[in-house]
């Protein structure tokens, strides 16, 4: 007999639906499958074989985040299809900074109402993640929630696993005075300090489709322009160089993120005028009047992740950064300093 309950519909969860959203889904999935997956969905829980080649002392990595409020910017657009691959940015991009390579991804999408067409569009998104950072989407929990938010919203949060040989765990304890921090480069705000951005816009649906000649597009477009996924640059670099630790340039900007990776009494001394700045920051600062300590504090400024290399690597991770497909640059190296970052 097929899952029916009018009882629970006439609650406001429909059963059916999330039937239906599955289905949709399905070919999304499909993409991210990689040969360690046992599973399909549907089952009570995800199977993933993982391949120990050249791994001797295997050590899971995992991490969890969601896309916070910059969901709200997708609700007034009614676009759906990109905050999955925030999400699964948000997750991969933290547990590649000790080295690990993200192996499998699932999501959790908690609705008002379940919008089967609009849940799929979401889960495409996740999917296109994943397959930007070469993980497989092997499980994942659609929940209807009525009462508990408005129909039209929903959250969506994220978790992935991943593996690192436990001799090439990232050793931030080996960096020195001298050693050069390079940043990589930023597609925009990503998926933090949105609480700030609405505020700063007064964010509307008439605002977000008002085109921004210094943006090139419209303020809507910029703003919900997908956190980049930093896994096969950061992959190829630890195959090419000896990277000593690297930094996710997420909430709390370079004042918080950076001294995470960084030992006792070295400090990130960062030349200002070689931050290339986005223009969205500039325009979030100016027509916020934010003082631009507050903005380094808050925002990645242009910079989605940070590493640090010897000297000598320089030039050599630059490269490698490069022909992986993203853009890098020298910000600044490190110093005997306990003030975690300069910027001057």
Known sequence: MKSFSESYKEAGVDVTAGYKAVELMKAHVARTATSGVLSGIGGFGGLFELDMTGISKPVLVSGTD????????????????TVGIDCVAMCVNDVICCGAKPQ?????????????????????????GCVQAECALIGGETAEHPGLMPEEEYDLAGFTV??????????P????????????????????GFSLVRKVFSVTEQNLARHQSDLGTTLGECLLTPTRIYVKAIMKLID?????????????????????????????????????????????????????????????????MTVVVDENDADKAIEAIKAAGEDAYVLGELVESDEGVIIA
Do not use: W
């Not at 409020?69 to 009614?78: C, E, M, P, S, V």
């Not at 499998?104 to 849940?119: Q, R, T």
């Not at 991943?162 to 090439?168: E, I, M, P, S, T």
């Not at 020195?176 to 597609?187: E, L, R, Y």
């Open 173 to 192: 304890d080996t960096q020195k005075a001298g050693d050069i921090m390079i940043g990589i480069k930023s597609s925009g705000v990503h998926s933090n």
């Open 66 to 81: 969601g896309v916070g409020t910059k969901i709200k910017i997708a609700f007034l657009l009614d676009k759906h299809d």
């Open 162 to 171: 991943g593996v690192v040989d436990k001799d090439k765990i990232l050793k």
């Open 240 to 304: 090419t160089v000896n990277v000593k630790s690297i930094s996710h340039i997420t909430g709390g900007g370079f004042y918080e993120n950076i001294p995470r990776s960084l030992p006792k009494g070295l400090s990130a001394k960062i030349e200002r005028n070689a931050v290339q700045v986005l223009p969205i920051f500039e325009l979030i600062a100016k027509t916020g009047h934010i003082p631009e300590r507050d903005m380094f504090n808050t925002f990645n400024m242009g910079v989605g």
């Open 104 to 128: 499998f991804f699932l999501d959790y999408i908690a609705c008002g109402k379940n919008y089967p067409e609009k849940i799929a569009q979401i889960v495409a998104g996740v999917a296109e």
